[in-house]
């Protein structure tokens, strides 16, 4: 269609804004993200970051061992509310409490 | 919606052990065995389809079976462009088929941006694009994509007028974002919530193996042989990692090996990822997202067997659909028995590559190789290739053979060193001689060390399960040594 060369699939980045963000004068791997909004995306870098760091060194010259990964945080897979929301195992036996509290809230508000 | 090309199905029929179904056109509308019966397809490969069940793909009734996931079941009946990207609106389907890539979000059973290839059918599921309109193949928003022909910048793309820019604020945000919330449950009911799983002290497994694959369920089955306790993990549906990918594994292979695994005493779970790891929770914890419950977990040893995730090669309109993984084409073929081309083209020359085009040769699927491909044509699906020499050549498929990246993330949460290697992949977790990363009784092995291929990571596997069991096993003495 348009002829894009995609490197950030979910964030619909291409080549082109790397090579644009490059000539702006940013060199960091945490830089690019920040400017282009690659590896921001549902898949979280898995397909994008290893392009972007070897444009990286490939571009400005930078050995490859020098180029660290951006931050990965979690959750590293999507993860539904109500499992990250469980009482703890050893908080068992206060789960009852907890449950009062929250209708104290309730016929508070 | 959905547009669908009538066409026979391209699943295998299945005609025996050792048999190929007949190449070409026509293997029978449907034609997928009896429902129930495992089926022998591909090279009399077993092939667990399962119980025959339809889909409803907005409101469209699609064949599919229980063994099948959603990405699957659409494909083999023809489904092309699946939803829309986020930005441009360019037409998406899957390009990894094992769950990483992101390209097959759609909205599945009233729930936005679901996996459609880690989704496994049932009866009746519904299923739907998202963010295209009216449809996913003739989206009016792909408008966007020919107003910005390279890209955009959108840290300058005001207007001179304070006014303009309040109208284009309000344009964009209502625009953006990806798939709409999800529908509401009758009656509002709360969901439950699950208590979490905590396994530390004396109920925490000697050896977590991170991954299933190849080299997770062979280090996996070391370290229980050894005498440790073991728990391993998949983010799969079903474990084998790339097994399920490789002509010469495949799903029996990868049963085979979980079998193996389970027999010397090793608990292993599938669907089941890591889902970060919190350094600072009390010495360390790894929270696993089991499909019921939350798992809280303090290994004694833990073994990154993580695997890559596949990769795209840079060239225009590389994500065009049917421009997918030479790996995802693989599990098309080898784990779920469906056809993944008529014309297929085979670029890049990753080690699997080779043995990729023979498998789809034998498929009778004509295959052209090339070392790369230049452009991609074709509007909701690929239709043609520029290759390398600058040839055109006619095919429906374009299978892009990149090394896969190792799949580093949790061990970088845990905070292993790893260092970029472009030749191997990606940045890969530093180990020494015997599997050990930068951190005591942290190991990993396999691709996630740089890309090796099955086989080399099952031995790589066994090597780092057996030292990882002895780390353990030295850790449990200096416990009971401890007052």
């Known amino acids: 269609m348009s002829g894009k060369v995609i490197v950030c699939r979910c964030e619909d980045v291409t080549l082109h804004d790397v090579e644009h963000t490059l000539a702006r004068g940013y060199r960091d791997i945490e830089e690019v993200k920040r400017y282009t909004g690659f590896g921001t995306g549902p898949c979280q870098g898995k397909e994008c970051l290893r392009v972007v760091a070897c444009l990286l060194a490939e571009r400005t010259g930078v050995a490859p061992s020098a180029i660290a990964p951006f931050t990965t945080r979690p959750p590293i897979a999507s993860v539904p509310l109500r499992l990250l929301a469980g009482p703890g195992a050893e908080d068992l036996t206060s789960a009852r409490d907890d449950d009062a509290t929250d209708e104290d809230h309730g016929m508070a508000g | ?483």
Not at chain 2, 8 to 24: C, T
């Open chain 2, 1 to 483: 919606m959905i547009d669908r090309r009538l066409q026979p199905s391209l699943r295998f029929s299945g005609n025996g052990p050792g048999a190929l179904a007949g190449p070409g056109p026509g293997d029978g509308p449907g034609a997928a065995g009896q429902p129930g019966a495992p089926e022998a397809g591909t090279r009399g490969r077993l092939l667990a389809r399962g119980e025959a069940v339809t889909l409803d793909l907005e409101g469209d009734p699609v064949p599919a079976f229980r063994g099948e996931t959603v990405a699957v079941a659409l494909f083999a009946s023809g489904a092309r462009a699946l939803s829309r990207s986020l930005k441009y609106h360019r037409p998406r389907s899957f390009f990894c088929l094992a769950g990483h890539c992101g390209a097959c979000l759609m909205r599945i059973d009233g729930r936005p941006n679901v996996k459609a290839c880690q989704t496994p059918c049932s009866d009746g599921l519904r299923v739907a694009s998202q963010n295209a309109w009216p449809s996913a193949e003739h989206d009016a928003f792909g408008v966007v994509d020919w107003l910005f022909p390279r890209g955009m910048d959108h840290h300058h793309m005001f207007t001179g007028s304070r006014a303009m820019n309040a109208v284009l604020r309000k344009v964009t945000r209502q625009m953006s974002g990806l798939g709409r919330l999800p529908d509401p449950r009758p009656g509002n009911v709360r969901p439950e919530t699950p208590p979490l799983r905590r396994l530390a002290g004396a109920s925490a497994p000697d050896v977590l193996v991170v991954g299933a694959g190849p080299a997770g369920l062979a280090a996996a089955t070391a370290a229980a042989r050894a005498g440790a306790r073991v728990l391993g993990i998949d983010d799969g549906a079903v474990p084998g990692g790339s097994l399920l990918a490789d002509p010469g594994h495949g799903l029996a292979a990868a049963a085979s090996s979980v079998r193996e695994a389970r027999a010397a005493g090793a608990e292993v779970r599938a669907a089941s990822p890591m889902i970060g790891y919190f350094p600072e929770d009390g010495g360390g914890l790894a929270a696993i997202r089991t499909p019921d419950a939350l798992w809280l977990v303090q290994p004694r040893t833990t073994i990154y067997a993580t695997g890559g995730y596949d990769q795209n090669a840079l060239f225009e309109d590389n994500d065009r659909p049917g421009v997918i993984s030479g790996r995802a084409a693989g599990r098309l073929l080898v784990r779920f028995g469906v056809r993944p081309a008529r014309r297929a083209v085979v670029a890049g020359d990753a080690p699997y590559a080779a043995a990729l085009a023979a498998e789809l040769a034998a498929a009778g699927i004509t295959v052209t190789r090339t070392p790369r491909v230049q452009r991609a044509h074709g509007r909701a699906w690929v239709s043609a290739a520029t290759l390398a020499d600058g040839s055109r050549v006619t095919c429906d498929l374009i299978a892009v053979c990149e090394t896969p990246a190792p799949a580093s993330e949790p061990a970088r949460q845990h905070g292993c060193a790893v260092t970029l290697q472009p030749a191997r992949g990606g940045f890969c977790i530093d180990t020494d001689a015997a599997g050990l990363t930068s951190l005591p009784g942290v190991f990993a092995c396999g691709d996630v060390t740089g890309y090796q291929g099955p086989d080399a990571a099952a031995l790589d596997g066994a090597r780092v399960g057996a030292a990882a069991a002895a780390a353990a096993s030295a850790a449990r003495a200096r416990e009971a040594a401890t007052p």
